[in-house]
């Protein structure tokens, strides 16, 4: 009666809980009794077993907390880093408008850019203008693929 007082178990009882309780509580009960209910329904001590499943729901339930809390914090971590890389991005932008920009070579100065190129094609590789097919501007766009400039060999005949 007192466990019922204590919602332990309820009046009237079913045997299997009653003997499960019993069991839980460690009082002594007839076997034949145990054996009789057994028979016709199994006798688990629901609350034992209501105890444990509740024990890992809420350990799972930390854990899960536990890591939503860390995503929270990487995700945090991650914004703080974005925010200072924005806030790096104003100073360059004014740095790079600040840069001189390069103004297109006038007529004048292209003349005067070819004239040193061709002088160094035919001081520095011996290039004959008059030999029809020479086989120099082809090592000229050798040299410039091995500085890592790619130049067509034909851009270099014209």
Known sequence: MRAAQWKQLYDPVLPTIFLAWAKRTEIDVPTALVDEVAKRDRIADWK???????????????????FLWA??????????????????????AAQQQSKPTEKPLG??????LLKIIIGMALAGYKYDPALSRSPIPQEIADDLAQQGVAVDVDTVRK
């Open 48 to 66: 034992s077993l209501f105890d444990e499943l509740k024990a890992v729901h809420q350990e799972k339930e930390r854990a899960w907390r536990g």
């Open 107 to 112: 007529t004048r100065e292209r003349d005067t």
């Open 71 to 92: 995503k929270d914090r990487r995700a945090a971590s991650l914004q703080d880093h974005v925010c200072k890389l924005e806030a790096r991005i104003p100073p360059m």
